[in-house]
Each structure stands twice: as C-alpha cells, then as structure tokens.
C-alpha cells in the first residue's frame, strides 16, 4: 500500500525560484493537509483542503499556494522560494480533521 | 503563549521505567492526537482522542476536557520508545501541535 507519497524527498532551491511540492494519497481520503516542521516551532498547518475543489488557509499560509483538483493529489506551489521557507515540510491525509492522520515521508527544502 | 503546551520538552528514562508525557491546550477542541516522530523523522499517528481514555499496547492516553489537559503514558519503557512525541488539538479543521517531547529510553 502507498498512503501518503510525497516528492521530491530533498530540494535546494535559490531564492525566488519556484516550485511544486507534490503529495498524493491512494486511500480515498477527503481531508489532506501541509505542515512545515521546523527547530523548536514544531509542526504547523499552511494549507489544508477538506475535498476537491476546496482548500483553505491554516496557521502560516503566506507564501505558498495550493489546490485540490482531483482527491488524490494536493500539491503544494513555492511562488518565489525565500530563506525563511527552509523546513521540512510533511503532507498529511485522513477521513477527516478528526480521524487518524496519515503522514508522508516529508520534504526537506532548503533555500539559498 | 502557545495555544498547545507539551512537557517535559525531554525526558530521559531507564529501560522499564513508567513515561508519562502532559499536553495542555488553551483552545475549544473536537479531538486531540498523539503522534510519535521516529529518529528518522517519519511521523504516525498514535491516537485520537474526544474523550476518555484509549490504550494500544503499553500505550495509555487520556483526555480531560474540562481541564483542556491530555496525558500519554508508557508502561514498562523500552529504547525503541525513544522518539518525539508530539501532541495536536484540533479546531475545526485546524490543527494546532504542541513543540514535542524528545523521549530517550537507556537499557
């Protein structure tokens, strides 16, 4: 079984490239979501989307973008890539918000 | 203020040793998840919570949602529990995590 796959699994960009992290999920989940991680903030929610064609904003949204246009895919857009957006991004999917959480691998991107 | 507060942020334990790690949440919440981060930085979901208590293995965790206040126990602790272990309250459909417990477990 699949569940959650994410690539790439590393990047490094330069400032004010752009680019799409790519998540997909084989399980038939309405809800998936994006979370960076980073040292001593934890895990926090960008974008999260409850079923295709909806998305709407979590916690620290600002600089990246995203869509729903099939359940299976949720890819995550980088507009004009800056240092602060170095993390490790992780995109999630499940039933919903209040069911168990399916994680992929993660993203590590880095941003010079 | 974080909305979600975990601690201890590290514990360090003998092999055997009963864990338990707090998590404490100031907003209103539809559910609570446990999640553990291994070394390697995979994530899983241990459990979800709306009320109570639920148990998986050596793993204990409970919720009082009156006192906005979460518990994960680990009975008789081995080294392979060593890993972070992570808390989130969700809101609707935001979820909002705590920092993480880093847990080591010595033999």
């Known amino acids: 079984n699949a569940g959650v796959t994410q690539t790439p699994k590393f990047q490094v960009l330069k400032t004010g490239q752009s680019m799409t992290l790519q998540c997909a999920q084989d399980?038939?989940?309405?809800?998936m979501s994006w979370y960076r991680q980073d040292p001593g903030m934890g895990l926090r929610l960008i974008h999260y989307s409850v079923g295709a064609g909806i998305t709407d904003q979590g916690e620290v949204p600002n600089g990246y973008n995203v869509s729903r246009s099939t359940t299976e895919d949720f890819p995550l857009r980088l507009l004009s890539a800056a240092p602060s957006q170095t993390s490790v991004y992780f995109c999630?999917?499940?039933?919903?918000?209040?069911?168990?959480?399916?994680f992929g691998d993660g993203t590590r991107l880095s941003i010079l | 203020k974080n909305e979600v507060e975990q601690s201890p942020q590290n514990l360090t334990a003998q092999e055997g040793e009963f864990i338990t790690i707090n998590c404490s949440y100031s907003?209103?919440?539809?559910?609570l998840h446990w999640l553990q981060q291994h070394p390697g930085g995979g994530i899983v979901s241990l459990f979800m919570?709306?009320?109570g208590k639920k148990k998986h293995g050596r793993l204990i965790a409970t919720i009082n949602i009156q006192e906005k206040h979460s518990s994960l126990h680990i009975t008789a602790s081995h080294p392979r529990d060593s890993a972070v272990y992570i808390c989130a309250a969700v809101s609707g459909n935001d979820m909002r995590f705590g920092a993480g417990t880093r847990l080591t477990v010595k033999p």
């Open positions: 399980m038939n989940h309405e809800y």
């Open positions: 907003v209103g919440i539809s559910a």
């Open positions: 999630a999917s499940s039933r919903d918000s209040n069911q168990p959480q399916h």
């Open positions: 919570l709306s009320s």
